[in-house]
RNA sequence: GUGGAUGUAGCUCAACCGGUAGAGCGCUUGAUUGUGGUUCAAGUGGUUGGGGGUUCAAGUCCCCUCAUCCACCCCA
C-alpha cells in the first residue's frame, strides 16, 4: 500500500532556482568583490561541527544553543551540529591553524548555509544563507569603523539607498553585570507587568528584556536606565571614537539604546540593520564586537568584530536594478533540422564556445519551427541552422529574431561572422 | 514550543444552500512542402495534500495528520 509519496523540500527549506539562485550569485559575487578591496580573504569552514563549540561559543544561556540547533551523534557517538552561525567556527579555525602567528588583525569573510531549528516564517527559514566577515585581532575602534563603512559599501553596490544602521554598545562585561543588576532593580518591582518571557529573563539574561515587542513592557521600559549610562570609560570612549568616525565618513546611524543582541559572546560595539520591507522578521543584518570570545574557546585574550547579513532576506528586499534578468540563456542557438544534422549541429555548437561565443544547441526539435519556437521561448536572440541543404552546400544560416533578418554564412566562416554579430 | 489562516491541473485561481471538477497561463501539435515571437484551432494534464467519519451522495460538513503562509518567540 506503499502510497506513492511526492518528494518534497523539507521544512523550512526551498530550492532557489535559476532565476533566483542568479541573483543570490551576484549579490555574492559582489560581496567577493568588495570585501576583497578592503583586503579581507575568503575562508570555508566546515557545516558540521563539535556540538560543544557552539555551546561555549554562543553561549548556553542563547536561544540559539538552548533549543534551536540540529544536533545529532555521529556513528562513533560524538555530539555535532550543523553550524547555526558564522562566527565561532571562524574564531575556532583562528585558534586551529594558530592565525594569532599571521599578521594581526586577521581579516576574513565567508557565506554559505546555516541551519537552525526552527518555525518557518516570512524571512526565516531552518536553511538560510549568510554572508559573513570577521576582524581577529584589534581591539580599536576605527578597526569597527572601518567594517561598517565597508558594509555600507557593499549595501550601496548593490543599490540600497538610505539605509540606517542601528548602533549600541553592550559594554565590557563588568558594565555589563552592573547593568543588570540596575535593570534587576528597576523590573523587580514591575514583576507583575511582566510577560513569563520577560520574568523569566529576568534572573537568566535580564538584557534581553530591553528589545521585547510587547508594548506594555516598551512603556514601562522607557524610564529604565540607560545602558550607555554605567558604561565604563574604556568602553565609552571605543564608542565615542566609533559614532565620531561614523560622523565623518558620512554613514547614517542612529543609536539605539534598546539593541542588545541574542548572542552572549558579544561586547561593546553592537549593530544592525533592519528593513521595513521584510514583516516580523526586519533584521537584514546584525554584528557587534566580541572581544571575549577567543578566549571563551580557550585561546589567547584576542579582541574580535564581524557581521552576518541574512542573505534571504536581503535578496527579498534587494532593489530592482540589482535582480537578475530572467529569462535569457545564451544568445545563440544552434538548431539541426532533421536527424541528419544532428552530428553537425553538435560540432557547430562547440566551435562557437571554444570561440568564446555561449550557445545552446537544440537537437530535439521536432520540427523546424518548433525548434525556431523554443529558440524565442529561451530568449536567444541568434538561431544557427543547419539542414540538409546547409550540409550539402558547406554553408549555415544565421538568423537575428531581433530583426526578423538571415544570412547565409559559410561553414568555415560562420564562428568569426557570429561572433562579430553577437558582439556588435 | 504556542496561536491564526490556507491546502483543487506545472503555475494563478473558479465550482451557489453537500449532487462524484472548470478557466486562464504553460506544455505538445496543427493552420500545405524548411522559418519563431502575434492570432486561431486541437490536444495534454487533477484518485480536489493524506487518512478516517457523517451522508443515498463530500472539493464542499466533522475529526486526525502532513504541508505551506503569517504572527508570537527568536534572530540573519
Given at each position: 500500500?506503499?502510497?506513492?509519496?511526492?518528494?518534497?523540500?523539507?521544512?523550512g527549506m526551498?530550492?532557489?532556482?535559476?532565476?533566483?539562485?542568479?541573483?543570490?550569485?551576484?549579490?555574492?559575487?559582489?560581496?567577493?568583490?568588495?570585501?576583497?578591496?578592503?583586503?579581507?580573504?575568503?575562508?570555508?569552514?566546515?557545516?558540521?561541527?563539535?556540538?560543544?563549540?557552539f555551546?561555549?561559543?554562543v553561549?548556553?544561556?542563547s536561544e540559539i544553543v538552548g533549543k534551536q540547533m540540529y544536533?545529532?551523534?555521529?556513528?562513533?557517538?560524538?555530539?555535532?551540529t550543523l553550524r547555526p552561525e558564522?562566527?565561532?567556527?571562524?574564531?575556532?579555525?583562528?585558534?586551529?591553524?594558530?592565525?594569532?602567528?599571521?599578521?594581526?588583525?586577521?581579516?576574513?569573510?565567508?557565506?554559505?548555509p546555516y541551519f537552525r531549528y526552527e518555525r518557518p516564517?516570512?524571512?526565516r527559514y531552518r536553511q538560510f544563507?549568510q554572508?559573513?566577515?570577521?576582524?581577529?585581532?584589534?581591539?580599536?575602534?576605527?578597526?569597527?569603523?572601518?567594517?561598517?563603512?565597508?558594509?555600507?559599501?557593499?549595501?550601496?553596490?548593490?543599490?540600497?539607498?538610505?539605509?540606517?544602521?542601528?548602533?549600541?554598545?553592550?559594554?565590557?562585561?563588568?558594565?555589563?553585570?552592573?547593568?543588570?543588576?540596575?535593570?534587576?532593580?528597576?523590573?523587580?518591582?514591575?514583576?507583575?507587568?511582566?510577560?513569563?518571557?520577560?520574568?523569566?529573563?529576568?534572573?537568566?539574561?535580564?538584557?534581553?528584556?530591553?528589545?521585547?515587542?510587547?508594548?506594555?513592557?516598551?512603556?514601562?521600559?522607557?524610564?529604565?536606565?540607560?545602558?550607555?549610562?554605567?558604561?565604563?570609560?574604556?568602553?565609552?570612549?571605543?564608542?565615542?571614537?566609533?559614532?565620531?568616525?561614523?560622523?565623518?565618513?558620512?554613514?547614517?546611524?542612529?543609536?539605539?539604546?534598546?539593541?542588545?543582541?541574542g548572542?552572549?559572546?558579544?561586547?561593546?560595539?553592537?549593530?544592525?540593520?533592519?528593513?521595513?520591507?521584510?514583516?516580523?522578521?526586519?533584521?537584514?543584518?546584525?554584528?557587534?564586537?566580541?572581544?571575549?570570545?577567543?578566549?571563551?574557546?580557550?585561546?589567547?585574550?584576542?579582541?574580535?568584530?564581524?557581521?552576518?547579513?541574512g542573505?534571504?532576506?536581503?535578496?527579498?528586499?534587494?532593489?530592482?536594478?540589482?535582480?537578475?534578468?530572467?529569462?535569457?540563456?545564451?544568445?545563440?542557438?544552434?538548431?539541426?533540422?532533421?536527424?541528419?544534422?544532428?552530428?553537425?549541429?553538435?560540432?557547430?555548437?562547440?566551435?562557437?564556445?571554444?570561440?568564446?561565443?555561449?550557445?545552446?544547441?537544440?537537437?530535439?526539435?521536432?520540427?523546424?519551427?518548433?525548434?525556431?519556437?523554443?529558440?524565442?521561448?529561451?530568449?536567444?536572440?541568434?538561431?544557427?541552422?543547419?539542414?540538409?541543404?546547409?550540409?550539402?552546400?558547406?554553408?549555415?544560416?544565421?538568423?537575428?529574431?531581433?530583426?526578423?533578418?538571415?544570412?547565409?554564412?559559410?561553414?568555415?566562416?560562420?564562428?568569426?561572422?557570429?561572433?562579430?554579430?553577437?558582439?556588435?
Open positions: 500500500m506503499a502510497a506513492k509519496r511526492r518528494f518534497q523540500t523539507v521544512k526551498r530550492d532557489l532556482l535559476p532565476g533566483e539562485a542568479g541573483t543570490f550569485a551576484q549579490v555574492e559575487a559582489t560581496a567577493r568583490r568588495v570585501f576583497t578591496l578592503y583586503g579581507y580573504r575568503e575562508v570555508r569552514t566546515p557545516v558540521v561541527e563539535d556540538t560543544d563549540l555551546v561555549r561559543g553561549g548556553e544561556g544536533t545529532f551523534d555521529d556513528k562513533k557517538g560524538r555530539s555535532l558564522g562566527t565561532a567556527p571562524v574564531a575556532r579555525a583562528y585558534l586551529q591553524h594558530d592565525m594569532a602567528s599571521w599578521p594581526q588583525p586577521v581579516k576574513v569573510f565567508y557565506m554559505g516564517q516570512a524571512g544563507s554572508i559573513g566577515a570577521e576582524v581577529i585581532g584589534d581591539p580599536g575602534p576605527h578597526t569597527d569603523v572601518e567594517l561598517l563603512v565597508m558594509l555600507l559599501r557593499f549595501l550601496e553596490a548593490l543599490g540600497f539607498e538610505d539605509l540606517e544602521v542601528g548602533i549600541n554598545s553592550v559594554g565590557d562585561p563588568e558594565c555589563r553585570q552592573l547593568y543588570s543588576r540596575r535593570l534587576r532593580e528597576f523590573l523587580e518591582p514591575h514583576r507583575d507587568e511582566l510577560g513569563a518571557d520577560s520574568r523569566r529573563r529576568l534572573e537568566t539574561n535580564p538584557l534581553r528584556i530591553l528589545d521585547t515587542k510587547a508594548p506594555g513592557e516598551r512603556q514601562l521600559l522607557e524610564a529604565a536606565p540607560h545602558l550607555r549610562e554605567v558604561l565604563g570609560a574604556p568602553a565609552r570612549e571605543h564608542f565615542q571614537v566609533v559614532c565620531g568616525q561614523l560622523e565623518r565618513f558620512g554613514v547614517a546611524y542612529r543609536i539605539d539604546d534598546r539593541l542588545v543582541r548572542l552572549d559572546y558579544y561586547t561593546r560595539t553592537v549593530f544592525e540593520i533592519t528593513s521595513g520591507a521584510l514583516g516580523a522578521q526586519d533584521a537584514i543584518l546584525g554584528g557587534g564586537r566580541y572581544d571575549g570570545l577567543i578566549g571563551e574557546l580557550g585561546g589567547p585574550a584576542v579582541p574580535g568584530i564581524g557581521f552576518a547579513i542573505e534571504d532576506r536581503l535578496v527579498d528586499v534587494l532593489p530592482d536594478s540589482s535582480r537578475l534578468r530572467a529569462g535569457r540563456t545564451a544568445p545563440v542557438c544552434v538548431i539541426s533540422v532533421g536527424p541528419a544534422a544532428l552530428d553537425v549541429a553538435l560540432e557547430l555548437a562547440e566551435d562557437l564556445r571554444v570561440a568564446d561565443v555561449a550557445a545552446i544547441s537544440e537537437f530535439a526539435a521536432g520540427s523546424l519551427k518548433a525548434g525556431l519556437r523554443k529558440a524565442g521561448r529561451r530568449g536567444c536572440r541568434w538561431v544557427v541552422l543547419v539542414g540538409e541543404d546547409e550540409i550539402a552546400a558547406d554553408t549555415v544560416v544565421l538568423r537575428d529574431f531581433e530583426s526578423s533578418t538571415q544570412e547565409t554564412v559559410r561553414r568555415d566562416e560562420f564562428v568569426v561572422t557570429v561572433k562579430a554579430r553577437v558582439s556588435a
